[in-house]
């Protein structure tokens, strides 16, 4: 995974200078020691800050250490003018947490009243149009604070990557997937580049391409990964051809980015001019954390490139596609214990997803355009899927929409992804969401997402809340319990 940021942390005590600075400085070290614990590497900035002249000081050394994510530490009440300066001038993302009292024994020389402190620092990140990271409740023992600057971590991977992306498109976004078809403006308001190319420019750069002597290195890749999977050995060339001009462009066009997605047209004009369906190649490419959405699902891209980040491994995206038959669900009603049938759907693609995140993958053709491009005809041109069943475990579903008056909203929700066999064609799995219904009717339907969804193959909830939160969105919306009405949601049905 090279194409994510890593995070470098580092964590500044404050103190509010009629308190003892002892008590900031020996609170720190103590943070930092259960991080380490933890296996969190984080960098102690040795200056406490106590006043404006402190947060200059730790400019410079937080500069000088190459810290990107900062962790403001208030060991005790902290002065909140310096600390909320010293966010608004650090120039990556930053959390607010504060030290909970350690003993009956030692509450007079020993007391610090962060507790107190951080309500007075809310304030002044309020007056300075700040956006931190607040932990639910930002309180907490040397243990418990290690444990918040661990989503901290994560969450901070998602906004300096953003801030640092770069989105490549090829095609015109298309008429029959108007939802993917969503105004871009947004994301330059969140510091996102976007470069959007013709096909054309994918054909030429591909047929310049042809003969490159790395072609048969990629082939010898692909067959190693394919294994007995590789049904198609006659198509690696060309799909080695394409991931090689592919990875070329991002390295000669990324420009001032340091992070690249793509959105890419794959249908039907690709197959019939380029002689193969692109979706194993776009496997390939999220497994290394570079996301290739299908349809120039710009969006779709996004939110991908999004949950890698969180998860730290590879993503998907997937249709969010079709019902779970009654027959199928009363077959296997031991493994869909908890649910009920209108908790689960089946999120399909064609052949996107990566190896790793499927049981027996193998190359195949995409039998939906093998109707519409060559009926009757042996595969030739839609050739180039990966397919399988999407292996059981948790998964966390996600996506940033831009809406057609140029806002943004979001949605995430946690699941399962069960093991049963959907006995169905391409990249496939049965989900399981809780409420899954009401979500689907009162989320995706009544405002209006499009059906592709980024599936990350853990539970980061929590992380990409929080992050959706910093970015200022301010519409982010989840799975409700059944006791806990939507907006609109009819009372009496």
Known sequence: MFNIPQVRPGIVAVSRDCFPVELSEGRRKAVADACRQKDIDILEIKTVVENENDVLKALDEIKESGVNALVVYLGNFGPEGPETMLAQ????????????????????????????????????????????YIPEYPVGTADEVAEMISDFIDIARVIIGLSKLKIFSFGPRPQDFLACNAPIKPLFDLGIEIMENSELDLFEAFNKHASDPRIPEVVKEMEDELGEGNNYPGILPKLAQYEITLKDWMDEKKGASEYAVFANKCWPAFQTQFGFVPCYVNSRFASRGIPISCEVDIYGALSEYIITCATCSPATILDINNTVPKDMYENNKGRFAGYRLSDLFMGFHCGNTPACCLKNPALKYQLIMHRLLEPDKEPDITRGTLEGTIKPGDFTMFRLQGTADCALRSYVAEGEIVDVDPKSFGGIGVFAVSEMARFYRHVLIAKRF????????????????????????????????????????NPFK
């Open 89 to 132: 001038r650090f120039s990556g993302p930053t959390m607010f947490v504060a030290a909970a009292e350690e003993s009956e024994n030692d509450l007079i020389n020993g007391r610090g009243d962060a507790f107190c402190g951080m309500l007075n620092a809310s304030y002044n990140i309020g007056l300075r149009k700040l956006n931190p």
């Open 450 to 489: 499009p059906h592709h969804t980024a599936v990350g193959f853990n539970r980061v909830g929590k992380i990409l809340f929080a992050a959706m939160k910093m970015l200022g969105i301010e519409d982010v919306s989840f799975n409700q319990p059944a006791s806990m009405l939507y907006k609109d949601e």
